[in-house]
């Protein structure tokens, strides 16, 4: 006995029309990349970004079209920096920014980088106005509200060599953050 088969109900679209129907989003790519002290490369941002002030940040960025997170990391922190990552970059943190303030939802990841390249002097973009090595604990104070989370989720992953996922800089993995 042949089974009855339901017609579809919506006839099936090309691929490409259906992608057309997704919404889009960014990602941006960034390293947590230490001395051998153990502190952590941070730069200042030169001028703010629309809905952000200029702030401290890791070095990374935005995705160029069809570029994967990994040569994203690599790309900007060469750009931003100067430095070649060698290492193998192991995921940290992903976090999904939802759209806000006129940005389309943002897919960022964060890697680690290890330790800085032997040798390697930090040669800023114009991007960046200063660069600096400090310890967790004392980049804390220099952390816009929203970076706290984000930043604390980030440091974890590190200890831990767990990585987060977060929503909005929120770790929701864990439950905290």
Known sequence: MAVPTLAPLVPLLAPADFAATLPPHAVSASVLLTDAAG???????????????????????????????VATARRETAEETGLRL??????????????????????????DAGAAPAGGEVRLSAEHDAWAWRTYDEWLPDLQPEQTAWFASLWRARRTSVTAVL??????????G
């Open 86 to 111: 060698a290492a193998v970059l192991l995921p940290l943190v992903v976090d999904y920014r939802c759209a806000a303030g006129g940005w389309p939802p943002v897919i960022d990841f964060a890697f």
């Open 39 to 69: 502190r952590i490369l941070m730069l200042h941002q030169a001028r703010g970004y629309p809905g952000h002030p200029a702030w401290w940040q890791l070095p990374g960025g935005l995705g160029d079209p069809g570029e994967d997170p």
């Open 167 to 176: 929503t909005d800089g929120r770790d929701v993995t864990a439950g905290t």
